[in-house]
């Protein structure tokens, strides 16, 4: 309580945790620390409660799903394949299992509301990871792409029609 008292004769091994840790020093009196799962408070210099760093963390790991989506069916025209029952309604990037169908077709997927079409010429070159070769039996591969803001997708043929196609949500990740 007066100037007899310095940080020499506080900074001592006389200081330990049983004199510092009572009933009096509660959670509310620890402006610096949030407990916010979504991080949205958080800044550069406060800390975060290790129940709102796990839940934030196991919101946005990438996650198994297994779930299948379909059977769809194929046209010329993009369709949309809504993923959000697994993905929720945000942007998530995606690998999905896409196989099988009653014709084989080159497949195509995109993010829903992208503007540009796939190449598909006589080699296929330029398809990148989002697109296919199915065929009647369990010939495919593996797409991977980023879903829009609501959890869609898009998906067509490049000729004629296919039904009966197996898509599998394999994994995704949420994305902030």
């Not at 995109?110 to 070769?133: P, T």
């Amino acid at each position: 309580l007066n100037s007899n008292v310095t940080t020499d004769k506080i900074a001592n091994a006389g200081v330990t945790t049983d004199k510092i840790a009572d009933s009096n020093v509660t959670f509310a009196k620890l402006t610096d620390v949030i407990d916010d799962d979504t991080m949205a408070t958080a800044t550069s210099t406060n800390l975060a409660t290790a129940e709102s760093i796990k839940a934030y963390v196991d919101n946005y790991l990438m996650k198994y799903s297994g779930v299948s989506f379909g059977p769809i069916n194929l046209t010329t025209s993009f369709q949309t394949l809504d993923l959000s029952s697994q993905v929720g309604s945000n942007r998530a990037n995606v690998q999905l299992e896409v196989y099988g169908g009653s014709t084989a077709r080159n497949c195509y997927f995109r993010r829903k509301g992208e503007l540009y079409s796939h190449f598909s010429g006589a080699n296929n070159a330029g398809w990148g990871s989002s697109g296919v070769i199915l065929a009647t039996s369990s010939n495919g591969g593996v797409i991977n792409l980023t879903t829009d803001e609501s959890g869609h997708i898009e998906y067509k043929c490049d000729a004629g029609s296919s039904t009966g196609v197996t898509v599998v949500l394999v994994s995704y990740q949420k994305l902030i």
